[in-house]
């Protein structure tokens, strides 16, 4: 099924030094950290994920600069992706529970035409904030041992952290056994809701902090 809609986040321009900088200076764009309390539609909202707390091809676009097309598909449940390329057969909903809604998305693109990426992404809910908290604190220390690798692997980067009123989230920059980079991890809390976004085939730390913000913009 595709996704139909592509309503563009609120963004702020600015030249900033450093991804962690970038990703707090476009958390301003958020309505949530701006300071405006959250509706009651948007606090019943938390009882359960829905398709649009995915990220849109619009997101993808912006943060990849990408002037064609970005295909996206989305679906019910994991859809069989594993938490992470560090996490071996360890899936989201074996973190989460099988009985958590869940809802994924894959998106693909090519920079200029060429360099072609892909960005998956897994969203749940969990029955209370806490535990949502606990999985998401679960789910950063799973994805962050492979920060350490032996010579010649691939590793995340140095981890980020950039918080909102919407929630927190963690990424990282994927490397190449060679050091150059090739894509990132982000993961998100929002309220009940937890995100998992893997990007490969391409990601610059500006990219990938710019899909941390976007996923806690959406996730809620």
């Known amino acids: 099924m595709m996704h139909s809609t592509s309503t563009p986040l609120k963004r702020t321009a600015l030249a900033v030094a450093g991804a962690g900088a970038l990703a707090a200076s476009l958390a301003l764009a958020?309505?949530?950290?701006?300071?405006?309390a959250q509706t009651g539609a948007q606090t019943a909202k938390q009882a359960s994920v829905q398709m649009d707390d995915l990220l849109h091809p619009v997101d993808i676009a912006y943060a990849f600069a990408v002037k064609h097309t970005v295909t996206s598909r989305v679906g019910g449940r994991d859809g069989g992706y594993g938490l992470s390329a560090c996490t071996g057969e360890t899936r989201l909903s074996d973190i989460v529970g099988n009985r958590a809604d869940m809802y994924h998305g894959t998106f693909t693109g090519r920079i200029n035409g060429k360099k072609k990426f892909s960005v998956i992404q897994q969203v749940a809910d969990q029955a209370s904030i806490s535990r949502a908290t606990r999985?998401?604190?679960?789910i950063v220390r799973l994805v962050s041992a492979c920060q350490h690798e032996i010579s010649g692997h691939w590793y995340y980067g140095r981890a980020y952290h950039v918080t909102t009123r919407a929630g927190t989230a963690t990424w990282m920059v994927t490397y190449n056994g060679d050091g150059t980079r090739n894509g990132g991890e982000v993961l998100a809390r929002s309220g009940r809701h937890l995100?998992?976004?893997?990007?490969?085939?391409?990601?610059?730390?500006?990219?990938?902090?710019?899909?941390?913000?976007?996923?806690?913009?959406?996730?809620?």
């Open 30 to 36: 958020s309505p949530q950290a701006s300071g405006v």
């Open 195 to 220: 995100a998992v976004v893997e990007v490969a085939g391409a990601g610059t730390s500006s990219r990938v902090a710019m899909l941390a913000v976007d996923t806690l913009q959406r996730l809620r």
């Open 135 to 138: 999985k998401y604190h679960t």
